[in-house]
């Protein structure tokens, strides 16, 4: 089953930046997976944050992120990275990277992600933005 690591949370000042990443071991190819990060704080459901396709050609964003975060890949670490800048107090949240594989059938990643779509979770990693 694949499985992801998360790293790079942690807690920086408003107007800082940050870049979480999800690695998954070299058994899962991540680019046949749609890959998304998701976000969640304490009694709020888990929204969508952005998504990547399968071959990177096309990424969404929540008009909350857009133009201040970028998911990317990296394909020598089998990784995806959200990169976060003008990070402010609503940004804190735990982050969550998340996979479904890709099949001729369906395709993903049109918008904002739902989570309901995502089949592969990660443990999470907590990201603090505050002063």
């Known amino acids: 089953q694949l499985r992801f690591v998360e790293s790079g949370g942690g807690v920086v000042q408003p107007g800082g930046s940050l870049r979480v990443s999800c690695a998954a071991s070299?058994?899962?190819?991540?680019?046949?997976?749609?890959i998304a990060w998701f976000r969640q704080t304490p009694g709020k459901e888990r929204e969508g944050v952005s998504c990547?396709?399968?071959?990177?050609?096309?990424?969404n964003y929540a008009d909350s992120v857009k133009g201040r975060f970028t998911i990317s890949r990296d394909h020598v670490k089998n990784s995806v990275s959200l990169e976060m800048n003008s990070l402010g107090p609503e940004d804190t949240a735990v982050y969550f990277c998340?996979?479904?594989?890709?099949?001729?059938?369906?395709?993903?990643?049109?918008?904002?992600?739902?989570?309901?779509?995502?089949?592969?979770w990660g443990q999470g990693i907590q990201v603090t933005v505050s002063s």
């Open positions: 070299r058994t899962f190819d991540l680019t046949r997976y749609y």
């Open positions: 990547i396709t399968h071959d990177s050609t096309r990424t």
């Open positions: 998340a996979a479904v594989e890709q099949t001729p059938f369906l395709s993903f990643c049109w918008g904002v992600p739902d989570k309901g779509r995502y089949q592969y």
